[in-house]
């Protein structure tokens, strides 16, 4: 078995001798748990920035410009997207679409608004455009999305 020293240098001679000299087992817990508590904040992991860029795609609503993202953390366009990726599991294009076809239905719900007024508010450049992205996320139009009666949507009007 290794001892303390062996494992964690001076570290842990240092823990060895306080450990020895304290009066009880009470004691000796509080100072192995100070030990590893302040061997783990040593190791804490910052937040990547991918965190703060998938708040601002959700605060914009989906509305927002890839390249823009990937130069206010001074990375190339292709390397923004691997780590984007690599940390969510979607591309920043696909996470900005969904976004903003989620900000769609949600405009819809709390206004009332015209479909074709929907799309041009969430940042769809044409009503085309809403209707592929809203095929291809729900599997209806929009108009059949609200009408109530696509099959195994539950959407009502209020």
Wanted: aromatic letters at 12%.
């Amino acid at each position: 078995m290794p001892d303390l020293k062996t494992l964690l240098g001076r570290d842990g001679e240092d823990l060895e001798e306080k450990m020895m000299e304290a009066p009880g087992n009470l004691q000796r817990i509080n100072i192995i748990s100070a030990f590893l508590e302040n061997k783990l904040s040593k190791n804490t992991i910052q937040q990547p920035h991918v965190f703060s860029c998938i708040n601002q795609i959700i605060q914009s609503k989906g509305v927002t410009d890839i390249k823009t993202l990937a130069g206010k953390h001074f990375l190339s366009v292709r390397q923004f997207e691997r780590k984007f990726k690599q940390f969510s599991g979607f591309s920043p294009k696909l996470f900005s679409r969904i976004i903003r076809f989620q900000s769609a239905i949600k405009k819809y719900d709390d206004k009332k608004m015209p479909l074709t007024e929907i799309a041009y508010e969430c940042g769809y450049y044409d009503q085309s455009h809403f209707i592929h992205d809203f095929k291809e996320f729900s599997g209806y139009s929009p108009m059949q999305y609200f009408s109530g009666k696509a099959e195994g949507v539950e959407y009502k009007e209020l």
